[in-house]
């Protein structure tokens, strides 16, 4: 076990590392540099050399690339081109809480209205119930996230007014986006439980309990949730990338100062290190939390080895 | 839980054919469970409907920029953000384009990056996966690994950053979609390849003397031909999200190429005055989306109701 938590961190590492250097470089690539390309045309040589030399753009390809990952293992992110004089860490700061609110209250909505639906939706197989439920879990995977946004900012907001229509005022503000980014999540949790749930309901061990004449309720809450509940854990990854995905458009669409709308507008404004910081954040959160997941499973269910999760049962 | 009372009637049986001119061909297809599978899928009505709105919608992409006599570029400054009417069936946007030309000729993108991708996604994700299955050891080592640190990426960041480096362009998506887009094909090859690795025809064809490749197009792609196609089927409804979410946040296609992402982008932006703007564009996308998904999920319960999740 402890093997095999070693080898996975050095995965990570590995892959960070990669897309570390890949970003840098690719970024380097991208047309136009961080400054305003007219004003800076029209300055004499040297104090545009003076510039770039501050920035340490002046210097070799390779020698930046090396210099930032020193302060990147420091822990330094380095200053951000388009915040003048401002350090990456402290933008980041600043901007994550709005992002971590939106992500929290999506999550816990999603999963507490998708387990709910999911778990009516099995009882009630084939009935309104269980087809509403997968209508709305369709609906949920298929419509794009942006285009639910915008719907529902003109129709809650625009239309009816019940909600502030964007800004990060107020705790109202905070409804409509954690409704729009909790959909897709909803979607996805119910449809997952509905099957884990009418999966467990045809085990054995549910009839052997209706037998000895327990009631209903303590059949779904004694045994069939319980069990259902496991496999759950499996669709956390696609839902922790819809999220991040879901927060670049939805911060976009209801102006939240949160790091989606941040990651956005730092390509559209060539700022190199701000993309990278950002780029990096949203890989290791993903890497990590693809490992707590797998971690997750051998402590829930110890039927599953660890280990032999990722197909390996094939080769050896 | 219940047991349905089946009705089972004489009629609904007649003798199977036999043809004896067949006892001597050979043949890797399996046509047998692929007729089964279609018969399924023809029985589930969501999939079916799905399929005929997606044919009516793929004609309108194909025919319906010619309908009318504007163009998807042609701007007309007098005739801006005009009410749907007889003359613009679905009004015009900010600069007087015909917004109907626009939704077919951005249907007509949609779909065009779709069939891409998951073209390419079908080639390179089936020939990684089998040459990784076919060779195994060393070989299938290595690549996995490559796999392993591909997959701890995630994919959106990669299409962001490709996107940038290239020219943003229908073929630049598709192929930095198609970049990370394999991955998932690969893996299903691959271990679909180890199940019927050990099995006795491909002893048989191998002491016959069939070379790596000819096992890999004769016996190994027909034989997961099933499971690529439903893979296949899924890309189809992320592609044509992806291409829309970048030409949303303004990274992907550019004025005046009208992909559903810009439509929805440009509709949205003027949705307080005019909001059939931004309606039209997301019924069609919505409608693509949707459909893809629920015939891919007939699909992928015809093919192997065990897989059905």
């Known amino acids: ?53 501050q920035y340490g753009l002046d210097k070799p390809l ?73 209508f709305i879990a369709v609906l949920g995977v298929s419509i794009p996230n942006f285009v639910f946004a915008a719907l529902l900012q003109y129709f809650v907001g625009v239309k009816w007014g019940v909600l502030p229509i964007a800004y990060w005022e107020s705790y109202k503000s905070t409804i409509m986006p954690s409704l729009a980014l909790a959909f897709g999540v909803i979607a996805v949790v119910a449809r997952f439980t509905r099957n884990e749930m009418l999966e467990v309901l045809n085990q054995d061990y549910i009839e052997t309990a209706q037998a000895k004449g327990i009631s209903t309720l303590s059949i779904i809450y004694k045994h069939a949730i319980r069990n259902a509940l496991i496999p759950v854990i499996t669709i956390l990854g696609p839902v922790i990338v819809s999220l991040i995905t879901g927060s670049l458009v939805i ?15 730092s390509i559209k404004m060539n700022d190199y290190t701000m993309i990278m910081a950002v780029t990096l954040l949203f890989s290791a959160l993903f890497v990590f939390m693809i490992l707590i997941i797998d971690l997750l499973y051998g402590v829930i269910d110890p039927r599953i080895r660890v280990a032999g999760r990722k197909e390996l049962s094939h080769d050896k | 839980m219940t047991n349905k009372k089946v009705n089972i009637n004489a009629d609904d049986f007649s003798p199977a054919c036999i043809d004896w001119s067949q006892q001597e061909t ?102 990684f996966g089998a040459i990784s299955g076919v060779f195994g050891g060393k070989v299938d080592m290595i690549m996995q690994r490559f796999i392993d640190i591909l997959v701890g990426i995630p994919h959106l960041i990669v299409v962001i950053l490709l996107i940038l480096l290239m020219k943003p362009g229908i073929v630049t998506i598709s192929v930095a979609m198609v970049i990370t887009g394999w991955v998932n094909m690969a893996r299903l090859v691959r271990s679909q390849i180890f199940k019927i690795k050990s099995q006795e025809f491909i002893m048989a064809s191998r002491s016959l003397g069939a070379g790596s490749f000819r096992l890999i197009f004769k016996h190994f792609i027909p034989n997961s031909i099933s499971i690529i196609l439903v893979n296949l089927m899924f890309t189809i409804p992320s592609a044509i999200f992806t291409e829309a979410f970048l030409s949303f946040i303004g990274l992907g ?18 949705m307080r005055s005019h909001p059939y703007l931004l309606l039209f564009p997301a019924i069609v996308i919505v409608l693509l989306m949707v459909c893809f998904n629920l015939l891919a999920d007939g699909l992928r319960d015809a093919v192997d109701p065990k897989m059905k999740k």
């Open chain 1, 1 to 53: 076990m402890k093997k095999y938590i070693a080898i996975r961190l050095f995965n990570i590492v590995a892959t960070l590392f990669i897309i570390a250097t890949a970003t840098f470089f690719l970024m380097k690539q991208l047309p136009g540099s961080p400054f305003d390309e007219e004003k800076l045309a029209a300055l004499p040589d040297d104090v545009r050399k003076q510039i770039y030399a």
């Open chain 1, 62 to 134: 390779f020698q930046q690339y090396v210099t930032y990952m020193e302060n990147l293992v420091k822990g330094d992110l380095g200053e951000s081109f388009y915040y003048k004089n401002q350090a990456i860490i402290d933008i980041l700061n600043i901007r994550i809480g709005p992002s971590m609110l939106l992500g929290f209250q999506a999550i816990l909505l999603g999963t507490v209205i998708g387990l709910s639906l999911g778990i009516i939706a099995a009882f009630r197989h084939n009935t309104f119930w269980d087809y509403t439920t997968m």
């Open chain 1, 251 to 265: 911060e976009e669409i209801f102006s939240i100062p949160g790091i989606g709308s941040l990651f956005v507008d």
């Open chain 2, 26 to 127: 050979t043949s890797s297809n399996n046509p047998v469970g692929f007729r089964a599978g279609w018969m399924r899928l023809c029985k589930n009505k969501g999939a079916m409907v799905s399929l005929v709105i997606l044919i009516v919608l793929a004609i309108f992409a194909l025919v319906g920029p010619y309908m009318t006599h504007y163009t998807y570029y042609q701007t007309d400054y007098k005739h801006s953000f005009q009410a749907p009417s007889g003359d613009h069936w679905l009004g015009t946007d900010k600069f007087g384009r015909d917004q109907w030309t626009r939704i077919w000729q951005g249907t007509r993108i949609s779909l065009y990056i779709a069939i891409l991708a998951a073209a390419l996604d079908l080639v390179i994700g089936v020939m």
């Open chain 2, 253 to 270: 296609l550019q004025e005046p190429l009208a992909s559903l992402g810009v439509l929805i982008n440009d509709g949205y932006h003027s």
